[in-house]
């Protein structure tokens, strides 16, 4: 297998974003993820093919100023953070790390452990793009089979090795990862009841919180006002880069 980036292989890039993957039907792919970063970045994209040129996973990173304080991590992690990329690349600020927006695997590949080579990856291109951190707005694979459980409580979990309980969490931590905090609002789709019932084929005719698939926390339903919210909540992770090349 190998490991491109879009600036090497721009003619990939329909098959990355069509590429098969886990995330629920509710959390379509961001129009300005597409639309800026893949224009603006195509380096930190990257895509890994088997040798037919089928992609069999993918990971989206934007670059922002960050002063390496944790607490300057916004809660609302996702979605904030591609602003600040806009932002700070126009402003012509030092861009000192590479917030990894997303790492997603074809379904039946994690088993080959994809999921951690293609997070190696991404810190090795970041290193040599000379970068400080890696840091994202981690989803635990997990946190969907406990949606009351609040989050900080899950993500503090560790198993008797020390290592966290989450098998994501716990692939960050093990590669040198550090768990940070929780940014409790990273990520906020809302819809109509009537997207909402084609996206999950779940009813919505009742107001309060409901559990749906893949997600990671109820969401908020309000039959009154024909419209329902999802807020998910990530886990900052950083990752230190120990050396930095020049650019």
Known sequence: MRVLTLAERPDLRDAMLHMEASW?????????????????????????????????????????????????????????????????????RELTALCALEIAVVPGMQARN????????????????????????????????EPHEPMPGYAARTRDDGLPADPWLRVHVRAGGQV???????????????????????????????????????????VDHDHAVYVEPNVWVRHPLAERHAS
């Open 24 to 92: 629920p039907e509710y959390i379509p792919p961001e129009p300005m993820v597409i639309g800026w970063a893949f224009d603006r970045y195509p380096e930190h994209q990257l895509v890994v093919v088997e040798s037919d040129d089928t992609v069999v996973a993918r990971a989206a990173g934007v670059p922002f100023a960050w002063d390496g304080d944790p607490a300057s991590l916004p809660d609302t992690g996702w979605d904030a953070v591609l602003g600040m990329s806009m932002l700070d690349t126009s402003a012509g």
């Open 114 to 145: 994809m999921s951690g080579r293609v997070l190696a990856a991404v810190k090795d291109n970041a290193r040599r793009h000379g970068y400080r951190d890696v840091v994202g707005p981690v989803r635990p694979s997990g946190k969907h089979a």
């Open 180 to 222: 940070l905090q929780v940014c409790p609002a990273s990520m906020t789709i809302s819809g109509s009841l009537a997207q909402w019932r084609d996206w999950t084929g779940l009813p919505f005719d009742t107001s309060g919180p409901v559990v749906v698939p893949g997600a990671l926390t109820p969401v908020a339903v309000n």
